[in-house]
């Protein structure tokens, strides 16, 4: 009987041969690419998608991680299409043997024998399901695989390339265009459609062919309810829920702000902004209502900012992305406008700040001729005498120029760029005072940045959209008396029409020729600028930023928050007095010639001197006077440090790191000033 034990030793050597000749066939397959291209997704700081891309051949197709995948879902796509995908190796006899039989019987195809990981292989290599050759392809392929990818990965590629009808591919961009939503939670009759579609994602879908769809879903729902996967009430409620009869289209929100961040992130696969997705849409909405109310070919943008942060939470471009009647296109936070009277709080701002005048100083209101240049009151009217706090609410065109003279446009200039703005004067033009007025061009962001350096303190921080950008403080714009000055005299503007006085401190501005309608406001948190006008530049009569922009402004807080957050108190140095009270030289604003015009007793600074950089590491400024009449007061960015001082030679506080304006002040009002820098510790 020797042969039967040299037979078996055969067969066993041959189907040893057979076995290490299956593994080299394996082995040596040449696998496709499987890093296809998927759409760049931008997302708010929740998560949640505001806008996709479609990829290069106009395929929407995003790319899944099974976390956010509704874990039932694939639950039931496994169990319908593959119910030993966690088993087999890339094929599984069994499901090809049924299928064999099946065809034999009925003499037609009646149920596949492709697993989930040969389906994944035909739609890598986009190959044929009913040739023979084609099969074994997808066998072998399916065999390889299964040898260099795990069985998520394999399910997370299928769930990228599987087709659900025109132009879809993959789970998820199927599930925001068939229900408008992500698939992490799906019904039961979502889920058994996106199960069917994928076998024939043309004749069964749902806008195309309803009939074809639900009889495909309901077949689904059928046998999950034979698998126990779901109960029958369950199958009866999904077989009556209807199917969509369109595709929705993808989210679009922030279309400008994702375009120009996906430009300067080329090829970015995801992009997390720091806006709130639920603010986002309220804002789009507003600005489109409020545009279409202002008038045909109006454009118009809004920007909110958390100050605190810097963060950017809503940027509104245009009113609408495609409407090329407005030339909605065009992002309107970027471009290049006149300001207006927006500027006017910086230069008052400043004002404070060096010690030239206080909220409750007299200012001239009357004619004024610089070297040729005699600016107007908007009304053309005089108002004379007028305390300071009266001529920015009035935003007063003759006391800001009169302040911008005393300051120096290029100092104003280099402020707003310290700020975080990028002015940008006319080719070849040097400053000048019209700048205070609008003279100059200016984006919203540019705004928006400046006044939430006025919103946060006079500490401005870097305004940013994306979320991988980290916090970045600006150097300070404003001293915090100037800059909480400042907010207190905006807080007393008459609202619009029906709001709440005294919630918000802002500002609006109508630049020349009514080209620009303006209004930038902020509360204890956050600050919003808005803009209206034609994105061309060409005038609209009878634009106001009171009139057109303050509306908006206020309305706009009144969708981001139900409750206007409190400002913070005044800073303990702020000088909080009457007109009688205050020092001499504030109780009326002088012009340079009679500032500097001293008498020849009147008060010197000896030290610290004009211009002197001092390191001071935390200890107090030591001061040292000559002349004038005891005794002295000593003023630093229009906030007192110390006043009866007799001697000549004495200490004072430290007045903090970076530029200040020392004034000292003798007893007939005479005064002497220097502008000093101090060094932060330790530098």
């Known amino acids: 009987m020797w042969y039967r034990g040299f037979a078996l030793a055969l067969l066993l050597a041959l189907a040893s041969a057979g076995l290490r000749g299956l593994d080299r066939w394996v082995a040596d397959t040449a696998l496709p690419v499987t890093l296809a291209e998927t759409s760049t997704e931008v997302l708010d700081r929740k998560g949640d998608l505001l806008r996709v891309y479609p990829v290069g051949n106009g395929i929407w197709r995003m790319a899944p991680q099974l976390e956010q995948v509704d874990p039932r879902f694939i639950a039931m796509l496994t169990t319908y299409e593959d119910r030993r995908f966690q088993s087999h190796a890339g094929v599984d006899p069994l499901a090809l043997l049924r299928a064999l039989g099946q065809a034999l019987w009925h003499g037609r195809t009646v149920s596949g024998g492709s697993t989930l990981t040969m389906q994944l292989a035909r739609l890598l290599e986009d190959g044929t399901t009913g040739a023979w050759a084609g099969k074994i392809r997808q066998m072998r392929l399916a ?8 069985k998520d990965q394999i399910l997370a590629l299928y769930l990228t390339h599987a087709p659900y009808g025109g132009n879809l591919e993959g789970i998820r961009a199927a599930s925001y265009a068939w229900f408008g939503r992500a698939p992490n939670r799906l019904t039961p009759s979502q889920a058994a459609l996106l199960i069917a579609l994928p076998q024939s994602p043309e004749r069964r879908r749902p806008d195309r062919a309803p009939v074809a769809a639900q009889a495909a879903r309901d077949r689904v729902l059928d046998r999950l309810a034979q698998a126990g996967l779901l109960t029958g009430a369950e199958v009866a409620m999904a077989s009556q829920a209807p199917l969509p009869s369109v595709m929705q289209p993808f989210p679009r929100l922030a279309p400008h702000l994702s375009d120009r961040l996906l430009a300067a992130r080329p090829g970015a696969a995801r992009l997390t902004l720091t806006l709130e997705g639920e603010v986002q849409a309220k804002m789009e909405q507003l600005v489109a209502e409020a545009a279409t109310r202002a008038g045909a070919r109006i454009s118009a943008a809004l920007l909110a900012v958390d100050h605190q942060t810097g963060e950017i939470i809503a940027s509104v471009g245009s009113p609408a992305y495609a409407d090329s009647a407005r030339q909605g296109f065009v992002d309107m936070t970027q471009a290049l406008r006149s300001p207006g009277s927006t500027l006017k709080p910086l230069v008052y701002g400043m004002a404070f700040e060096a010690g030239l005048v206080h909220p409750e100083s007299l200012i001239h209101d009357g004619p004024i001729d ?45 402020r707003l760029r310290r700020g975080g703005a990028q002015p940008q004067l006319p080719a070849s033009d040097k400053p000048g005072l019209a700048i205070s007025l609008g003279g100059i061009g200016t984006s919203l ?54 709001a709440r006085a005294g919630v918000l401190a802002y500002k609006t501005g109508t630049s020349y020729g009514h080209r620009d309608a303006w209004a930038i406001g902020w509360d204890g948190r956050h600050v919003i600028g808005v803009w209206l006008g ?33 400002f913070a108190p005044p800073p303990a140095a702020t000088l909080m007095v009457g007109a009688a009270e205050l020092p001499l030289p504030l109780r009326r604003f002088r012009p340079r010639d009679a ?52 001697r000549r030679e004495f200490e004072v506080p430290n007045p903090g790191q970076g530029f200040s304006s020392l004034v000292v002040v003798d007893s007939a009002g005479q005064s002497a000033r220097a502008g000093v820098e101090i060094d932060a510790p330790g530098l």
Do not use: C
Not at 388 to 410: C, F, H, K, M
Not at 459 to 479: E, M
Not at 542 to 550: E, R
Not at 607 to 630: I, N, Q, S, W
């Open 143 to 150: 065999l390889a695989l299964e040898r260099h990818l795990s």
């Open 370 to 414: 610089f070297d040729g240049y005699a600016p107007q009151n908007f009304d053309g009217a005089f108002r004379g005498d007028i305390r300071v706090r009266q001529a920015l609410q009035l935003s007063l065109n003759i006391p800001v120029v009169r302040l911008t003279r005393e300051i120096g446009p290029a100092k104003l200039l280099a």
């Open 445 to 498: 962001q540019d705004l928006v940045q400046v006044y939430a350096g006025i919103a946060a303190g006079g500490q401005g921080v870097a305004l940013r959209s994306d979320q991988t950008v980290a916090r970045h403080p600006l150097p300070r714009l404003l001293s915090e008396e100037a800059a909480w000055h400042l907010g207190d005299i905006l807080r007393g503007l008459a609202p619009p029409a029906g």
């Open 534 to 566: 034609r994105a061309d530049g060409t005038p609209v009569p009878g634009a106001f930023g009171g009139d057109l922009a303050a509306p908006l402004l206020f309305e706009a807080f009144g969708r981001l928050k139900p409750e206007m957050t409190p």
């Open 595 to 646: 500032v500097f015009d001293a008498a020849a007793d009147a008060p010197q600074l000896l030290f610290p001197p004009d211009g002197a950089h001092l390191a001071l590491e935390g200890g107090p400024l030591v001061v040292k006077l000559r002349g004038g009449l005891a005794p002295f007061a000593l003023l630093a960015d229009g906030r007192v440090l110390t006043k009866g001082q007799r």
